[in-house]
Protein backbone atom coordinates (compact mmCIF):
# COMPACT_ATOMS: atom_id res chain seq x y z
CA UNK A 1 0.00 0.00 0.00
CA UNK A 2 1.44 3.45 -0.60
CA UNK A 3 -0.39 6.50 1.05
CA UNK A 4 -0.17 10.07 -0.59
CA UNK A 5 -1.14 12.55 1.77
CA UNK A 6 -2.73 15.53 0.43
CA UNK A 7 -2.19 18.92 1.96
CA UNK A 8 -5.32 21.22 1.93
CA UNK A 9 -7.41 22.27 4.35
CA UNK A 10 -8.43 19.73 6.50
CA UNK A 11 -5.11 17.06 4.96
CA UNK A 12 -6.51 13.82 4.57
CA UNK A 13 -5.11 10.49 2.63
CA UNK A 14 -5.51 8.95 -0.10
CA UNK A 15 -4.57 4.87 0.28
CA UNK A 16 -3.77 2.69 -2.82
CA UNK A 17 -3.29 -0.91 -3.43
CA UNK A 18 -4.80 -4.03 -4.13
CA UNK A 19 -7.30 -5.71 -2.08
CA UNK A 20 -7.68 -2.31 0.31
CA UNK A 21 -11.33 -2.37 0.38
CA UNK A 22 -11.17 -5.52 2.85
CA UNK A 23 -8.93 -3.00 5.02
CA UNK A 24 -11.16 -0.24 5.22
CA UNK A 25 -12.18 -0.09 8.79
CA UNK A 26 -8.17 -0.11 9.39
CA UNK A 27 -8.07 3.05 7.55
CA UNK A 28 -10.85 5.40 8.45
CA UNK A 29 -12.24 6.09 11.70
CA UNK A 30 -15.30 4.02 12.12
CA UNK A 31 -15.80 3.77 16.03
CA UNK A 32 -19.59 4.92 16.82
CA UNK A 33 -20.40 5.76 13.16
CA UNK A 34 -23.00 4.75 10.94
CA UNK A 35 -22.13 4.53 7.46
CA UNK A 36 -24.69 5.09 4.58
CA UNK A 37 -22.73 3.53 1.20
CA UNK A 38 -23.87 5.56 -1.82
CA UNK A 39 -23.23 3.75 -5.27
CA UNK A 40 -25.02 3.06 -8.59
CA UNK A 41 -26.58 -0.12 -9.72
CA UNK A 42 -23.78 -1.54 -11.66
CA UNK A 43 -21.35 -1.02 -8.78
CA UNK A 44 -23.79 -2.44 -6.06
CA UNK A 45 -24.08 -5.60 -8.25
CA UNK A 46 -20.29 -5.86 -8.48
CA UNK A 47 -19.00 -4.66 -4.99
CA UNK A 48 -21.41 -3.75 -2.37
CA UNK A 49 -21.94 -6.95 -0.92
CA UNK A 50 -17.80 -6.72 -0.57
CA UNK A 51 -18.14 -3.19 1.53
CA UNK A 52 -21.16 -4.57 3.17
CA UNK A 53 -19.50 -7.52 4.41
CA UNK A 54 -16.15 -5.43 6.03
CA UNK A 55 -18.52 -3.20 7.85
CA UNK A 56 -20.88 -6.16 9.13
CA UNK A 57 -17.02 -7.63 10.13
CA UNK A 58 -15.92 -4.54 12.04
CA UNK A 59 -19.43 -4.39 13.56
CA UNK A 60 -20.05 -0.82 11.69
CA UNK A 61 -23.90 -0.25 11.50
CA UNK A 62 -24.59 0.63 7.79
CA UNK A 63 -27.09 1.07 5.11
CA UNK A 64 -26.68 2.09 1.24
CA UNK A 65 -28.53 4.32 -1.45
CA UNK A 66 -28.26 2.50 -4.61
CA UNK A 67 -28.83 5.59 -7.83
CA UNK A 68 -29.30 5.06 -11.72
CA UNK A 69 -25.83 4.25 -13.01
CA UNK A 70 -25.23 6.76 -15.80
CA UNK A 71 -24.35 10.94 -16.14
CA UNK A 72 -28.05 11.07 -17.39
CA UNK A 73 -28.50 10.41 -13.17
CA UNK A 74 -26.25 12.84 -11.92
CA UNK A 75 -28.83 15.75 -10.93
CA UNK A 76 -30.63 16.98 -7.69
CA UNK A 77 -33.03 14.35 -7.48
CA UNK A 78 -30.13 12.16 -7.27
CA UNK A 79 -28.61 14.19 -4.31
CA UNK A 80 -32.54 13.95 -2.87
CA UNK A 81 -32.68 10.44 -2.71
CA UNK A 82 -29.16 10.15 -0.65
CA UNK A 83 -30.68 12.77 1.39
CA UNK A 84 -34.47 10.39 2.11
CA UNK A 85 -32.10 7.64 2.90
CA UNK A 86 -29.56 9.44 5.20
CA UNK A 87 -33.04 10.79 6.87
CA UNK A 88 -34.12 6.85 6.66
CA UNK A 89 -31.08 5.57 8.36
CA UNK A 90 -30.97 8.38 10.68
CA UNK A 91 -27.25 9.69 9.58
CA UNK A 92 -26.27 12.52 11.72
CA UNK A 93 -23.27 14.75 12.19
CA UNK A 94 -20.24 12.02 13.30
CA UNK A 95 -21.56 9.71 10.40
CA UNK A 96 -20.58 8.65 6.90
CA UNK A 97 -20.77 8.58 3.74
CA UNK A 98 -19.02 6.10 1.63
CA UNK A 99 -19.05 6.95 -2.00
CA UNK A 100 -18.44 3.49 -3.74
CA UNK A 101 -18.59 4.34 -7.21
CA UNK A 102 -17.37 6.04 -10.65
CA UNK A 103 -17.12 9.88 -10.92
CA UNK A 104 -20.81 10.07 -11.36
CA UNK A 105 -21.44 8.37 -7.48
CA UNK A 106 -18.19 9.99 -6.26
CA UNK A 107 -19.48 13.79 -7.36
CA UNK A 108 -23.11 13.39 -6.04
CA UNK A 109 -21.98 11.41 -2.67
CA UNK A 110 -19.66 14.17 -2.09
CA UNK A 111 -22.15 17.00 -2.67
CA UNK A 112 -24.80 15.13 -0.56
CA UNK A 113 -21.80 14.61 2.11
CA UNK A 114 -20.98 18.32 2.03
CA UNK A 115 -24.59 19.48 2.62
CA UNK A 116 -26.33 16.89 4.36
CA UNK A 117 -26.46 18.07 8.28
CA UNK A 118 -24.05 21.35 6.79
CA UNK A 119 -21.65 18.56 6.17
CA UNK A 120 -20.67 14.92 7.15
CA UNK A 121 -17.60 13.10 6.77
CA UNK A 122 -17.01 11.61 3.23
CA UNK A 123 -14.78 8.60 2.31
CA UNK A 124 -14.82 8.04 -1.43
CA UNK A 125 -14.22 4.52 -2.57
CA UNK A 126 -13.05 5.20 -6.29
CA UNK A 127 -14.65 2.29 -9.06
CA UNK A 128 -13.33 3.23 -12.03
CA UNK A 129 -9.62 4.02 -13.74
CA UNK A 130 -11.43 8.13 -14.19
CA UNK A 131 -12.57 8.62 -10.57
CA UNK A 132 -9.20 7.36 -9.36
CA UNK A 133 -6.76 9.40 -11.81
CA UNK A 134 -9.09 12.35 -11.26
CA UNK A 135 -12.20 12.85 -9.73
CA UNK A 136 -12.03 11.38 -6.31
CA UNK A 137 -9.20 13.53 -5.70
CA UNK A 138 -9.27 17.66 -5.57
CA UNK A 139 -12.35 17.93 -3.24
CA UNK A 140 -14.71 19.23 -6.34
CA UNK A 141 -18.59 18.16 -5.55
CA UNK A 142 -21.60 18.32 -7.38
CA UNK A 143 -24.01 17.31 -10.04
CA UNK A 144 -25.67 19.01 -13.37
CA UNK A 145 -28.73 21.14 -13.58
CA UNK A 146 -30.51 21.54 -17.07
CA UNK A 147 -27.41 21.81 -19.31
CA UNK A 148 -25.34 22.90 -17.08
CA UNK A 149 -22.41 20.40 -15.88
CA UNK A 150 -21.87 20.58 -12.24
CA UNK A 151 -23.67 23.91 -11.94
CA UNK A 152 -24.37 22.89 -8.81
CA UNK A 153 -21.84 22.16 -6.16
CA UNK A 154 -19.14 22.64 -3.58
CA UNK A 155 -15.25 22.08 -3.00
CA UNK A 156 -15.30 20.00 -0.07
CA UNK A 157 -12.59 17.52 0.82
CA UNK A 158 -13.21 13.84 1.55
CA UNK A 159 -11.92 12.54 4.84
CA UNK A 160 -9.96 9.94 3.09
CA UNK A 161 -9.24 8.28 -0.32
CA UNK A 162 -9.21 4.58 -0.71
CA UNK A 163 -8.00 3.65 -3.67
CA UNK A 164 -8.34 -0.59 -4.59
CA UNK A 165 -7.32 -1.87 -8.37
CA UNK A 166 -8.71 -4.78 -7.86
CA UNK A 167 -12.12 -3.05 -7.92
CA UNK A 168 -11.30 -2.29 -11.88
CA UNK A 169 -11.37 -5.91 -13.01
CA UNK A 170 -14.99 -5.53 -13.28
CA UNK A 171 -15.01 -2.56 -15.68
CA UNK A 172 -15.30 -2.33 -19.74
CA UNK A 173 -12.22 -1.87 -21.36
CA UNK A 174 -13.73 0.91 -22.95
CA UNK A 175 -14.25 2.74 -19.26
CA UNK A 176 -10.48 1.44 -18.09
CA UNK A 177 -9.23 3.50 -21.33
CA UNK A 178 -11.26 6.18 -20.51
CA UNK A 179 -10.06 6.91 -17.38
CA UNK A 180 -6.38 6.45 -18.71
CA UNK A 181 -6.89 9.55 -20.66
CA UNK A 182 -6.43 11.55 -17.60
CA UNK A 183 -3.42 9.56 -16.09
CA UNK A 184 -1.68 10.08 -19.78
CA UNK A 185 -2.38 13.68 -19.18
CA UNK A 186 -0.97 13.95 -15.73
CA UNK A 187 2.28 12.29 -17.48
CA UNK A 188 2.31 15.22 -19.81
CA UNK A 189 1.98 17.96 -17.89
CA UNK A 190 3.92 16.69 -15.07
CA UNK A 191 5.77 13.59 -15.06
CA UNK A 192 7.81 12.21 -17.85
CA UNK A 193 8.48 9.21 -15.84
CA UNK A 194 4.86 8.27 -15.68
CA UNK A 195 4.98 8.30 -19.57
CA UNK A 196 7.97 5.88 -19.59
CA UNK A 197 6.08 3.87 -17.01
CA UNK A 198 3.23 3.61 -19.57
CA UNK A 199 5.31 2.75 -22.57
CA UNK A 200 7.14 -0.09 -20.51
CA UNK A 201 5.73 -3.58 -21.29
CA UNK A 202 3.72 -4.29 -18.17
CA UNK A 203 3.18 -1.57 -15.79
CA UNK A 204 1.35 -2.28 -12.53
CA UNK A 205 -1.69 -0.56 -12.27
CA UNK A 206 -0.78 -0.14 -8.63
CA UNK A 207 2.03 2.04 -9.89
CA UNK A 208 0.85 3.93 -12.21
CA UNK A 209 -1.96 5.44 -9.86
CA UNK A 210 0.86 6.41 -7.48
CA UNK A 211 2.38 8.37 -9.50
CA UNK A 212 -0.82 9.89 -11.03
CA UNK A 213 -2.10 10.46 -8.09
CA UNK A 214 1.07 12.36 -7.25
CA UNK A 215 0.90 14.86 -10.23
CA UNK A 216 -3.23 15.90 -8.95
CA UNK A 217 -1.99 16.25 -5.33
CA UNK A 218 0.93 18.75 -5.99
CA UNK A 219 -1.14 20.75 -8.38
CA UNK A 220 -4.50 20.92 -6.15
CA UNK A 221 -1.98 21.36 -2.89
CA UNK A 222 -0.77 24.36 -4.52
CA UNK A 223 -4.34 25.78 -6.02
CA UNK A 224 -7.05 23.87 -3.82
CA UNK A 225 -9.88 26.11 -5.17
CA UNK A 226 -8.80 26.60 -8.74
CA UNK A 227 -7.91 29.89 -9.16
CA UNK A 228 -4.53 29.21 -10.67
CA UNK A 229 -2.31 27.03 -11.17
CA UNK A 230 -4.88 23.51 -11.10
CA UNK A 231 -5.88 25.19 -14.27
CA UNK A 232 -2.92 23.14 -15.86
CA UNK A 233 -5.27 19.92 -15.36
CA UNK A 234 -7.17 21.24 -17.76
CA UNK A 235 -4.54 20.36 -20.84
CA UNK A 236 -6.53 19.15 -23.68
CA UNK A 237 -9.81 19.80 -22.19
CA UNK A 238 -10.68 23.11 -23.72
CA UNK A 239 -11.22 20.50 -27.14
CA UNK A 240 -12.25 17.89 -25.34
CA UNK A 241 -14.67 19.76 -23.98
CA UNK A 242 -16.34 21.51 -27.23
CA UNK A 243 -15.97 18.12 -29.12
CA UNK A 244 -17.93 16.13 -26.09
CA UNK A 245 -20.82 19.01 -26.04
CA UNK A 246 -20.66 19.13 -29.95
CA UNK A 247 -22.11 15.27 -29.84
CA UNK A 248 -24.44 16.36 -26.75
CA UNK A 249 -22.13 13.85 -24.44
CA UNK A 250 -23.36 10.86 -26.58
CA UNK A 251 -20.34 9.97 -28.78
CA UNK A 252 -17.36 10.37 -26.75
CA UNK A 253 -16.91 9.25 -23.15
CA UNK A 254 -14.60 12.21 -21.54
CA UNK A 255 -11.37 10.78 -21.16
CA UNK A 256 -11.68 9.91 -25.19
CA UNK A 257 -12.78 13.35 -25.81
CA UNK A 258 -9.46 15.15 -23.53
CA UNK A 259 -7.43 12.69 -25.75
CA UNK A 260 -8.48 13.68 -28.89
CA UNK A 261 -8.18 17.75 -27.60
CA UNK A 262 -4.67 16.75 -26.24
CA UNK A 263 -3.59 15.79 -29.60
CA UNK A 264 -4.84 18.93 -31.01
CA UNK A 265 -3.48 20.90 -28.18
CA UNK A 266 0.30 19.45 -28.27
CA UNK A 267 2.43 18.22 -31.20
CA UNK A 268 4.20 15.62 -29.53
CA UNK A 269 3.94 12.45 -31.93
CA UNK A 270 4.62 10.68 -28.34
CA UNK A 271 0.97 11.47 -27.43
CA UNK A 272 -1.04 9.86 -29.64
CA UNK A 273 1.50 6.74 -29.41
CA UNK A 274 0.87 6.71 -25.88
CA UNK A 275 -2.74 7.15 -26.46
CA UNK A 276 -3.50 4.34 -29.27
CA UNK A 277 -1.11 1.90 -27.09
CA UNK A 278 -3.79 2.32 -24.51
CA UNK A 279 -6.76 2.10 -26.19
CA UNK A 280 -8.07 5.63 -27.33
CA UNK A 281 -8.93 7.34 -29.75
CA UNK A 282 -6.63 10.60 -31.06
CA UNK A 283 -8.53 12.29 -33.68
CA UNK A 284 -12.02 12.66 -35.07
CA UNK A 285 -11.85 12.03 -38.48
CA UNK A 286 -15.48 13.21 -38.81
CA UNK A 287 -15.00 16.82 -37.77
CA UNK A 288 -14.01 19.12 -39.92
CA UNK A 289 -11.04 21.43 -38.27
CA UNK A 290 -13.42 24.62 -39.76
CA UNK A 291 -16.68 23.46 -37.27
CA UNK A 292 -14.16 22.55 -34.24
CA UNK A 293 -13.20 26.55 -34.83
CA UNK A 294 -16.30 27.27 -34.74
CA UNK A 295 -16.98 24.90 -31.31
CA UNK A 296 -14.05 26.90 -29.74
CA UNK A 297 -15.10 30.40 -30.86
CA UNK A 298 -18.10 29.48 -28.55
CA UNK A 299 -16.16 28.45 -25.47
CA UNK A 300 -16.82 30.17 -22.40
CA UNK A 301 -12.82 31.19 -21.80
CA UNK A 302 -12.64 32.72 -25.26
CA UNK A 303 -11.66 36.42 -23.69
CA UNK A 304 -11.30 39.68 -25.77
CA UNK A 305 -9.70 37.67 -28.78
CA UNK A 306 -7.56 35.34 -26.47
CA UNK A 307 -7.65 32.02 -25.25
CA UNK A 308 -6.75 30.34 -21.87
CA UNK A 309 -4.42 27.43 -22.99
CA UNK A 310 -2.60 24.90 -21.47
CA UNK A 311 0.66 24.59 -23.38
CA UNK A 312 3.14 21.49 -22.83
CA UNK A 313 6.37 22.09 -24.33
CA UNK A 314 7.75 18.90 -23.79
CA UNK A 315 6.62 15.63 -21.49
CA UNK A 316 6.58 17.20 -18.11
CA UNK A 317 6.61 21.16 -18.92
CA UNK A 318 3.21 22.70 -18.98
CA UNK A 319 2.09 26.16 -18.63
CA UNK A 320 -0.65 28.43 -19.00
CA UNK A 321 -0.85 30.99 -22.07
CA UNK A 322 -3.37 33.89 -23.20
CA UNK A 323 -2.87 32.44 -26.76
CA UNK A 324 -4.36 34.88 -29.61
CA UNK A 325 -6.98 33.19 -31.37
CA UNK A 326 -5.28 33.12 -35.09
CA UNK A 327 -2.66 30.71 -32.95
CA UNK A 328 -5.71 28.83 -31.93
CA UNK A 329 -6.75 28.16 -35.69
CA UNK A 330 -3.06 27.79 -36.51
CA UNK A 331 -2.82 24.92 -34.07
CA UNK A 332 -5.98 23.12 -35.03
CA UNK A 333 -4.72 23.54 -38.85
CA UNK A 334 -1.13 21.46 -37.80
CA UNK A 335 -2.87 19.41 -36.25
CA UNK A 336 -4.95 18.54 -38.80
CA UNK A 337 -2.03 17.94 -41.01
CA UNK A 338 -0.47 15.64 -38.78
CA UNK A 339 -3.63 13.41 -38.54
CA UNK A 340 -3.43 13.42 -42.54
CA UNK A 341 0.41 12.29 -42.04
CA UNK A 342 -0.34 9.75 -39.38
CA UNK A 343 -3.34 8.46 -41.33
CA UNK A 344 -1.26 7.98 -44.39
CA UNK A 345 1.61 6.39 -42.59
CA UNK A 346 -0.53 3.85 -41.14
CA UNK A 347 -2.20 2.85 -44.56
CA UNK A 348 1.47 2.37 -45.74
CA UNK A 349 2.07 -0.11 -43.02
N1 LIG B 1 -14.96 15.97 -9.21
C1 LIG B 1 -14.04 16.07 -10.12
O1 LIG B 1 -12.98 16.68 -9.92
C2 LIG B 1 -14.23 15.39 -11.44
C3 LIG B 1 -13.17 15.25 -12.33
C4 LIG B 1 -13.39 14.55 -13.52
C5 LIG B 1 -14.65 14.03 -13.80
N2 LIG B 1 -15.65 14.20 -12.91
C6 LIG B 1 -16.98 13.63 -13.16
O2 LIG B 1 -16.87 12.22 -13.24
C7 LIG B 1 -17.95 11.72 -14.00
C8 LIG B 1 -17.46 10.61 -14.90
O3 LIG B 1 -16.93 9.58 -14.09
P1 LIG B 1 -16.77 8.09 -14.62
O4 LIG B 1 -16.11 8.12 -15.94
O5 LIG B 1 -16.19 7.31 -13.52
O6 LIG B 1 -18.27 7.68 -14.95
P2 LIG B 1 -19.38 6.83 -14.15
O7 LIG B 1 -19.35 7.11 -12.71
O8 LIG B 1 -20.64 7.07 -14.88
O9 LIG B 1 -18.90 5.33 -14.39
C9 LIG B 1 -18.88 4.81 -15.69
C10 LIG B 1 -19.70 3.53 -15.82
O10 LIG B 1 -18.98 2.47 -15.20
C11 LIG B 1 -19.80 1.81 -14.23
N3 LIG B 1 -18.87 1.34 -13.20
C12 LIG B 1 -18.24 2.08 -12.28
N4 LIG B 1 -17.36 1.33 -11.61
C13 LIG B 1 -17.45 0.08 -12.12
C14 LIG B 1 -16.78 -1.13 -11.83
N5 LIG B 1 -15.78 -1.21 -10.95
N6 LIG B 1 -17.15 -2.24 -12.53
C15 LIG B 1 -18.13 -2.17 -13.48
N7 LIG B 1 -18.77 -1.04 -13.80
C16 LIG B 1 -18.44 0.08 -13.12
C17 LIG B 1 -20.80 2.84 -13.80
O11 LIG B 1 -21.97 2.25 -13.30
C18 LIG B 1 -21.05 3.58 -15.11
O12 LIG B 1 -21.98 2.88 -15.88
C19 LIG B 1 -18.55 12.90 -14.73
O13 LIG B 1 -19.80 13.22 -14.18
C20 LIG B 1 -17.56 14.03 -14.48
O14 LIG B 1 -18.19 15.30 -14.41
C21 LIG B 1 -15.48 14.86 -11.75
Known amino acids: MTTVRVGVDPPYDIHIGKGLLERLPELVRLEKRRVLAVTDRNVARYHLAALAAVLDKAGVPHSSAVLPAGEAGKDLAA ?20 ALGGGVVGDIAGFAAATWC ?30 RKNGVGAFSQPEAVIMDPSLLDTLSPRHAANGM ?50 ALLNFGHTFGHAIESHYRYKKWLHGEAVAIGMVLACPDPRLPRVLERWGLPVEDPRLDPAVLIGLIGKDKKLIRGTLRFIRVDEPGKSRIEEMAWAEVEAMVGRAAAAAQERRKAAATK
Open 118 to 147: RGIGCVQVPTTLLSMADSSVGGKTGVDFRD
Open 181 to 230: AEVIKHGFIADPALLDLLESPSPSMEEILVRSVRVKTEIVQRDPTEKGDR
Open 79 to 98: VRKVYEAAHAANIGRGDLIV
